[in-house]
């Protein structure tokens, strides 16, 4: 039996899912990214200076994260050394970008994988209040409270409008939460939405806006520094930050943290499902600058094979290349060459099929996104990625972190290989991270009280002091894994640019060996009771977190069907 799943929804971006199901397991998988991204097109022959502001806009979600990459590319290109304060000021906005990012995606992006809304309706609010006071500390666990999240649910079970809870796979009988537990799960997935609107204000401070961050600039930051000067980051706004940090560390210990490991618990055989390749891979980020010293990295730099948690080897970027042999592109040496970014090419060349369509030609190209490889293996990126090359290089605050999660759940180490131990590293990075931030916040303060303003490196601002040719690259540890943007400067002006991102390493296609990518691979082995209500499959495809937008973009001009999952 063959289905797909068109389009996988609560992403972002559009991605096309088709799996062969036999005997009620998945035998195989495909991941078909069915939009055209041209974001390098568009930079070609633009300022490079100028380069972060289009690359930001590959994404609504992502959008910091390319602009930090983007200007990291161009700063390593011309050999320049950013002044600590933007290091700090980035490295914050990019920290809250991950915290932020989590939460939004446990509860409103995978939650509903787990939590079934209609049994909510069901659940004794008072039992909910005792439940989530045995869970935390949090000062919202009142019976009244939950009570009164459970007439907003009637209310719009009574009016009709269901809005997002209106398509779910309801009542299935994969969904294995107790009523109060559902109706806690709800009553948080509500709660979280005016959480992140708040905790994100730090991007409003340091950054303009958000989203889409305006204050990056090539050589460091334009976020002026002034504690004599109320619109610029003073004393007044160094408070403000530190209240937005402690109540987000509120929320991510007290609801984020003992929401997962309850709703987890119940759902211990997801340890054992979709794990997927076995091999991780993370560039390494934050505590960092330009110069490369990776031994000061928050997230380290490493690469583990075929699950081997007994070592990690060191990341060369040198070593990534692109395949488009089931992509809707062309090389110019060929379908079957792997091309280096420095050296890659977006030459779109989509060979079908038209829509409508019941399944695509798999044996031959059948995605948007390319698929990258590292040394020619297939790697997982993103929160696991990095949660596991840590704790296999001692990190004690991740080691801790991870140790505890897996007491609570009562499970070895082998459970993070899975879908489940996808979910809990985004928190276990949470965790980790919203502790983190007060301290890059007082090293900022700390720069400031010493008269410490400098925010931006100037010298290589003039294309005049440039070399005639330049290349470099960008790397960042986004939310959903190794982004880096790879620019290649020729006469003042951007000769080639090429962006890799998480989705494309987790989502892409089958390489020139037939070696499936990260997605396809962790689909396999998944159960599926129903296949006209394929829960499951969106339990595993959902943990990665898939941002298509990232991977590619364009709209069909002639219109499509947007909800189809086709069963034959």
Known sequence: MKIAIDPVTRIEGHLRIEIEVQNGVVTDAW????????IELILKDRDPRDAWVFAQRI????????????????????????????????????????????????????????????LALKADPGATATLA???????????????????????????????????????????????????????????????????????????GKNPHPQSYLVGGMATAINPDDMSKINADRISLLQQLIQRGDDFVNQVYIPDLLAIASFYKDWAAIGGGLGSYMAYGDYGNDVREQAETYFFPNGLILAKDLS?????????????????????????????????GETAP??????????????????????SPRYD???????????????????KPDVKAAVDGVLAQLGVGPAALFSTLGRTAARGIESKLMIAQLPTWLSQLEDNIGRGDYRIHEGSHWDPATWPKEAF???????????????????????????????????????????????????????????PEKPVEILRTVHSFDPCLACAVHVVDPKGREYANIRVV
């Open 59 to 118: 994404c609504g979600v992502c959008t910091t994260v390319h602009a930090l990459s983007s200007v990291r590319a161009v700063e390593n290109a011309l050999g320049i050394t950013i002044p600590d304060n933007a290091r700090l000021i980035r490295d914050l906005i990019a920290g809250a970008q991950l915290v932020q990012d989590h939460v939004v995606h446990f509860y409103h992006l995978h939650a509903l994988d787990w939590v079934d809304v209609t």
């Open 311 to 343: 070592t990690t080897l060191p990341v060369d970027h040198h070593q990534v290349a692109e395949y488009i042999t089931h992509s809707w592109y062309s090389y110019a040496e060929g379908n079957d060459t792997g091309l280096h970014p420095w050296k």
């Open 31 to 38: 991941s078909s990214g069915t939009m055209f991204r041209g």
């Open 472 to 530: 470099g690259w960008g790397h960042h540890e986004a939310p959903r894994g190794s982004l880096a943007h790879w620019v290649h400067i020729k006469d003042g002006r951007i000769a080639n640019y090429q962006a890799v991102v998480p989705s494309t390493w987790n989502a892409g296609p089958r390489d020139a060996r037939g070696q499936r990518g990260a997605y396809e691979s962790a689909l396999i082995g998944t159960p599926v009771v129903d």
């Open 349 to 370: 060349n989509f060979t079908g099929p038209q829509p409508p369509y019941d399944f695509l030609n798999t044996d031959g190209k059948y995605s948007w996104l390319k």
């Open 133 to 207: 006071q045995s869970l935390s500390v949090w000062p919202k666990s009142t019976r009244s409270y939950f009570k009164g999240v459970q007439d907003r649910l009637k209310a719009f079970v009574n009016a009709g409008q269901l809005g997002i809870f209106a398509n779910g796979y309801w009542g299935h009988p994969a969904y294995k939460l107790p009523p109060e537990a559902n109706l806690l799960g709800v009553a948080h997935y509500l709660e979280a939405l005016d959480w992140q609107r708040d905790f994100i204000r730090i991007h409003a401070i340091l950054g």
């Open 376 to 394: 020619t293996h297939a790697v997982e990126v993103g929160p696991l990625a990095r949660t596991l090359i840590a704790y296999v290089q001692g």
